[in-house]
Structures are given as C-alpha cells and as structure tokens.
C-alpha cells in the first residue's frame, strides 16, 4: 500500500485533483467529508460543538450551520484550536477505518486540509500539494463557493503559508492555469511515478540506478532531506540513536550525484529488533545484509565497519540510508566528512573535482564508489586533523 497525503490551501482546487486521482484508481480518503460525517444530527461531535460554541452555530432543523460555525471558529486561535479539538481526533479514527479497508495494493490518498498546519507529511510515502496564487483563491471561493471575501480572506489567513507549503511538499502541482493543465500534471504523476512507487513498495525493490552523474548543487537538497529525516526518524524512533542527513549533498554548494544519504545510528547493529521492517514499511526496504566500508586510519578491523544499507522505493527520489553503530569509526567519520567539507574550501573543491573526474570513466556506482577509496584514505587523516585542531565532535 502506498500512502500519499495531498492538501493545498482553500480554494487552491484541491479536490480536482482528488477527483482525478481517484478516476485512475486511487483510494481517496477526504477528510472534509469525514469531518462532516462526524458532526451529522445526532452525533457526539455536534453535541460538543454546540456546548463548545453555543445553539447559534445550529440551522433551524438542527443540523450544523457551517457558516455560522465558521464565523465564530476561524477569528482567532483560541477558537479554532476548541474546534480542532472536538473534530480532529473523530476525524482520525475514522480515517484509520477506512484506510484499514483498503486493498494492499492501493494508492491511498488522503486528501488532508490541514496535512502541513499539522505537521502530517511524515505519515505518509509522498506528499502532494496543490497550489493557486491568493487573489485566485479569494476570487474562486466568492464566485464559486458564494463566501463573502472578508471570510474568504480569514480562512486563507489562518492556514499555512505557501512557504510552508513548499517545504511539505515532495510534489507540487501549479493550479493557477486552465483545468486541463493540472489534470495532464495528475496523469504523468500516476503512470510514472505513483503506479511504480506503490509496486515497488510492496515488493520492496527499488528502480535501476544507473550510472552515476554529477549534478550542480541543488539548493532545494536541504528541505527535501528534511522530508526524508522526518519519515526516518519517525519510522525508527527510539531504536535510533540520532539521524543525521549525510553525503555530499549535506555539503552546501557542492555539486555532486542525485543521491541523499542518510545515517541511522543505532545502539547495536545486531539487536536491533524491528528497525528494518519498520525501515520499509515507510518505504525504505534492506537493499544489503551486513556489508563493510572500507576501513581507514588506524582501526583495520572489518568488524568496526560493519553496516546495513537501505533504498528508498521512490521511482522519482534517490535515498540511500547506511544503518550504522554508535561510536564506530565508520559512524563517527559519515558525520565528520561533510561537517569538515562544509568548513574547508579547499578541500571542497579538490573533491568536486575529483567526482567529476571519475563520474565521466565509471559506468557503474559501484565502480565510481571503489575508485574514491584511495582519497578517502586521505582525507580521513586531514578530517581528522581537522577535527583535533577545531574540537569538533559528533
């Protein structure tokens, strides 16, 4: 099963998107509608509202007056935070019904309002986020939906704002433009990457890498491993002792392969009960049993390199994750070389060049990785010099 959270702020046009997701076959799970069944007559969840907010938020027939509701609970913090606290968790057990119904070989979505207000994207495989500028929101909420604008305005307010969006979001879709153009974005994102992500999820395999190729570095890295560091941590928790983001592309301004690394440092590489069903259930399946890097400085013994490797299943993102033991020279120098990257030019740019170098006669990542061996050699030692020298520690 392949969980996908998609939201976008009122009036971005997100249930079109929905509306074709679901036309191709995905599972959509809406919780606006959810949250309407759940403060239907005669349920609990009005009860509490009515007591929370007084008889007036209640049409004539006793059903909820959303208007009115809406007037009272999106002016100010308090009021929405009361609100939010009697439909939300409702809300949540019913979603766990219906997701618990779904096939295992479904496309979940879960179309979420409030996905990035509450801190959601780590729940899921892939988050989507639909999108409109603000005067086109405000203008298809007053024609289409009938809201007067000063309301309009309030409830884009109160929701998160684009750049929080953006950081939420492993895809982003413009719907600023004609219908059509959007609806093609949904068609490409299913057949190439939402199909062959939910597959390789259940089948715990990942796409051909290919051969390697150096890239410029990208300044979107940071918050796409932000993503990734939340889904790990949260798919880890406490059999993990820290997670960091690894690699060249913690390195700002470095350019070098598509490729996130990630290290998850545990207390035992051995007793760690659960971690690597747990790894690939978030979607990052054991690609490699115990390997061992190759060992540098004064500490020969294969057994202090140890580690275990996993892939993201991502047709459109590459991540790798090295699952190492704490205090481990292999563990401690994953951190240090990008922390000494980072503070030395020099060494920055005799590496980027290095990779550039090799990338061009390698046809293989394997290849390209054993030939960067001999100035891994070296570089532990200057690293390590460096080290000393700063007081720099893990």
């Known amino acids: ?10 009036g971005s046009g997100k249930s079109t998107v929905a509306t074709r997701l679901a036309e191709h076959g995905a599972f959509v799970v809406d919780a606006d509608r959810i949250a309407r069944e759940v403060v239907e007559p005669g349920t609990d969840g009005l009860r509490d509202l009515v007591a929370a907010f007084g008889d007036g938020i209640l049409t004539a027939d006793g059903a909820l007056d959303r208007p009115a509701l809406a007037a009272i609970a999106f002016t100010d913090d308090a009021s929405r935070a009361k609100l939010n606290a009697i439909v939300h968790p409702r ?10 119904a779904a096939p295992d070989t479904a496309v979940v979505v879960h179309d979420v309002p409030l996905l990035v207000e509450n801190r959601m994207g780590a729940l899921y495989h892939l988050v989507i986020v639909v999108d409109a500028p603000v005067e086109e929101r ?7 939906r009938g809201l007067p604008e000063a309301d309009a305005r309030n409830r884009i307010a109160a929701q998160a704002t684009e750049a929080d969006r953006r950081a939420a979001a492993d895809v982003w879709l413009d719907n600023s433009g004609p219908q059509d153009v959007v609806l093609a974005a949904v068609d490409a994102l299913w057949a190439d990457r939402l199909v062959r992500y939910e597959s390789n999820v259940r089948l ?39 997670v960091d983001h690894i690699g060249s592309t913690a390195v700002p301004g470095l350019a070098a392969k598509d490729i996130l ?53 991502d047709p459109g993102r590459w991540v790798n994750i090295h699952v190492r033991e704490a205090g481990r020279p292999n563990q401690r120098y994953a951190l240090l070389f990008p922390a000494w990257l980072r503070a030395d030019a020099r060494a920055r740019a005799e590496y980027e060049a290095l990779k550039r170098e090799l990338a061009e006669e390698a046809t293989e990542i394997p290849a390209y990785g054993d030939a960067k061996v001999p100035w891994f050699t070296e570089a532990y030692v200057r690293a390590e010099e460096w080290a000393e020298r700063t007081g720099w520690t893990p």
Not at 264 to 286: M, N, Q, R, Y
Not at 295 to 313: E, F, L, M
């Open 1 to 10: 099963m392949l969980r996908v959270g998609l939201t976008g702020g009122i």
């Open 138 to 144: 405000v203008h298809r909420l007053v024609h289409s």
């Open 204 to 242: 715990h395999r990942h796409d051909n890498r290919g051969a390697p190729r150096i890239v410029e570095y990208d300044p979107t890295w940071p918050a796409q491993a932000e993503r990734v560091l939340a889904r790990l941590r949260l798919a880890a928790g406490e059999r993990a002792v820290r």
């Open 261 to 313: 690394d990630f290290q998850i440092t545990v207390p035992d590489l051995d007793a760690v009960d659960g971690l690597s069903e747990a790894l690939a259930g978030a979607g990052f399946p054991l690609a490699e049993g115990v390997l061992e890097d190759s060992p540098y400085g004064d500490d020969p013994d294969p057994a202090h390199w140890r580690k275990r490797v996993h892939v993201d299943t």
């Open 91 to 100: 809300v949540g057990a019913r979603t766990a019904e219906l997701v618990a």
